[in-house]
């Protein structure tokens, strides 16, 4: 339990550092309240355990053929499709990329930032998977 609350803390710092903070020009959230990105984590993580290794294994030849590069395109999918799921449940949980770019720049985010953190927080996460 306390392994997906951090992985939940974890997406929606992440997806707050790409969506919220406005470094990335050509995204905008539709709201700013703290608790929508805890639902955009959410749904992030949903969207990223249903339908990333799905697309993985499907495009298997071509991410080898890239050496790994196409999983980029598979990141920036996901992240496009977070907001506009988030979009369709309404209330403000959603997020809107305007190019090709932007989304690009804002999958690369939520994948260093996620990386980042899990590494800080390795041992926390080692712990609650033993117990």
């Not at 449940?89 to 720049?105: D, F, K, T």
């Amino acid at each position: 339990m306390n392994r997906l609350i951090l992985r939940l803390a974890i997406n929606a710092i992440a997806l707050y550092l790409a969506v919220g903070t406005g470094w990335i020009q050509g995204i905008q959230a539709q709201t700013q309240v703290w608790w929508a990105y805890l639902v955009m984590a959410l749904i992030f993580t949903v969207v990223n355990a249903l339908v990333k290794p799905v697309l993985k294994l499907l495009t298997c030849p071509l991410i080898l053929l890239t050496l790994g590069l196409f999983t980029l395109v598979i990141n920036t999918a996901l992240f496009w499709l977070t907001g506009l799921v988030g979009t369709w449940i309404g209330n403000g949980y959603g997020y809107r990329i305007e190019s090709l770019w932007a989304g690009l720049l804002g999958a690369l985010m939520v994948s260093v930032v996620n990386g980042a953190l899990t590494l800080i927080f390795r041992e926390e996460l080692k712990q609650s998977r033993k117990s």
